[in-house]
């Protein structure tokens, strides 16, 4: 059963944004921290940003520091990852995963929680 759904992704060109959305389907996300990883093929699955369930607070891969902002609205169940001054390097496959663990990007791939994921081609 999907408990996570990921919506958002698409081609965009180097320079330009996306928003990408992680709706919760069968639980409430209040309480959990969740988080945004990304895989492209033939490389292990790398954390990019989280957002805690307990403060609000937020941590970032430094790769996408100052460009990614993550994002929650617990009464839409929905967590958010605003994507600015995208490049070529972050194309990927983006997950969100949800957890009562707390927020630390070397954490999230143990989450127990998961999305299939969405598509984000950055190409000009």
């Known amino acids: 059963q999907v408990q996570l759904v990921e919506s958002g992704g698409g081609l965009v060109q180097p320079g330009g944004s996306l928003r990408l959305s992680c709706a919760a389907s069968?639980?409430?996300?209040?309480?959990?921290?969740v988080g945004w990883l990304r895989q492209v093929p033939g490389k292990e699955r790398e954390g990019v940003s989280c957002i805690s369930g307990s403060d609000g607070g937020t941590s970032y891969a430094d790769s996408v520091k100052g460009r990614f902002t993550i994002s929650r609205d617990n009464a839409k169940k929905t967590v958010y990852l605003q994507m600015d001054n995208l490049k070529p390097e972050d194309t990927a496959i983006y997950y969100c995963?949800?957890?009562?663990?707390?927020?630390?990007?070397?954490?999230?791939?143990?989450?127990?929680?998961w999305g299939q994921g969405t598509r984000v081609t950055v190409s000009s």
């Open positions: 995963a949800a957890d009562i663990a707390p927020c630390r990007i070397a954490n999230m791939i143990k989450y127990d929680r």
């Open positions: 069968t639980f409430n996300l209040d309480g959990y921290s």
